[in-house]
């Protein structure tokens, strides 16, 4: 198969499986923890290059794991112990783990093709060209043996525990009284978002890693409320971002893993703006749609309140509104007419008076 092929499938791969995983931190609203994880399995990393001596798949795994949960655990450790925020905690945790890592490969490995550089921007067009090999047969590139290993047990934690997962998110206190142990469900998320990161790690390095667990998940959480839908969207995105990102830096002759960080940024950005519920445009009318009726609340009570007394005349006109609402010109004009359409008041000349719909109005 050709390099580009593979490159194709490491890139759907890791956009999917990083997805999926990053799907409920957005949910728990923890997405951080991944760029803390995706930074500091470097220590881990570099530890299993030193005791196998060279590049070693396994203990390269090993070590970065055993990193990924030691700072999961650290952060948990400041969080509940020290009365220190989460943000707060991964600020502290993270980049003293990935400057040891750093400063480690900068003295025992700088001779090697392992640099700073490849941790943090990655190099996928090399990913083929690391191939896994068992007795002599050539098994194919290693990163995608990673990212299979990590979608099927991602997929396979994510299903099994569906029910459980969402009870420890939404009511933990539930949970614990159901009998399942929140605790436990949160360490075996982490693991399969330390193992999901390890993996694309290898191959897209920790910035687009970062991106891909945490960019699909937000603009997911954006277009849908219920955790099946996060998940399935999630995952949508994260592959079709990486498929496409991949073509357009062929393409264009740019960097794989800068275009697919940049799609999946201009990706989010149009969802922010567009999404139907909760996108800025759909936001905004909402406001405007609340503000304005709120003000014919407010003048259908001022309407009422000066039907058929003496002062109806005088202060149920339009011109009177102005001052005595503290209204503007422009505004007054918005509300009436709005009010005009919605028969929450009528209009008689320049009088104006409780409509039909007033009342059912105010009580909506």
């Not at 951080?32 to 220590?43: E, K, Q």
């Not at 949960?69 to 650290?74: A, E, H, Y």
Request: glycine share 8%.
């Amino acid at each position: 198969m050709s390099p580009l092929i593979w490159i194709y499938i490491i890139t759907g791969l890791a956009g999917f499986t990083c997805a999926l995983a990053g799907a409920y931190l957005i949910i728990r609203k923890s997405a951080m923890i991944a760029d803390a994880i995706s930074h500091s399995i470097l220590p881990g990393l570099v530890a299993g290059f030193w005791i196998a001596n060279g590049p070693n798949l396994l203990t390269g795994l090993i070590g970065a794991l055993l990193s990924g949960m030691l700072t999961v655990w650290l952060v948990e450790f400041l969080t509940s112990k020290r009365r220190i925020k989460q943000d707060a905690a991964i600020g502290l945790v993270f980049p003293f783990l990935f400057a040891l890592g750093v400063i480690w490969i900068s003295l025992d490995f700088s001779n090697v093709h392992l640099d700073t550089d490849s941790v943090l921007f990655g190099e996928v067009t090399l990913a083929p060209f690391d191939r896994l090999k068992l007795g002599g047969t050539d098994l194919g590139p290693q990163s995608i043996w990673l990212l299979g290993f990590a979608l099927i047990i991602t997929t396979a934690f994510l299903t099994l525990f569906r029910k459980e997962l969402k009870l420890a998110t939404f009511d933990p206190l539930l949970a614990t009284v159901s009998g399942f142990t929140p605790i436990a469900l949160h360490y075996g998320l982490m693991t399969i978002v330390s193992v999901s990161t390890i993996s694309a790690f290898a191959a897209v390095g920790a910035i687009l890693t970062v991106a891909l667990v945490i960019i699909p998940a937000a603009t997911a959480r954006l277009l849908s409320h219920r955790v099946s839908g996060v998940l399935r969207i999630s995952a949508l995105v994260g592959l079709t971002t990486s498929f496409l990102g991949t073509w357009l830096a062929f393409t264009f002759d740019l960097s794989i893993s800068g275009m697919i960080a940049t799609l999946l940024g201009i990706t989010f950005s149009a969802t922010a703006v567009l999404a139907p519920r909760n996108g800025i445009l759909a936001q905004t009318k909402l406001r405007q749609r609340d503000q304005i009726n709120q003000a014919i609340q407010a003048l259908i009570i001022h309407l009422e309140a000066h039907q058929n007394t003496p002062e109806e005349a005088t202060e149920n006109t339009i011109s009177h509104l102005t001052a005595e609402l503290g209204w503007s010109n422009s505004w007054t004009q918005t509300v009436v007419q709005s009010a005009l359409a919605k028969q929450a008041i009528t209009q008689s000349g320049q009088t104006l008076a409780p409509g039909p719909n007033a009342q059912s109005f105010w009580q909506n």
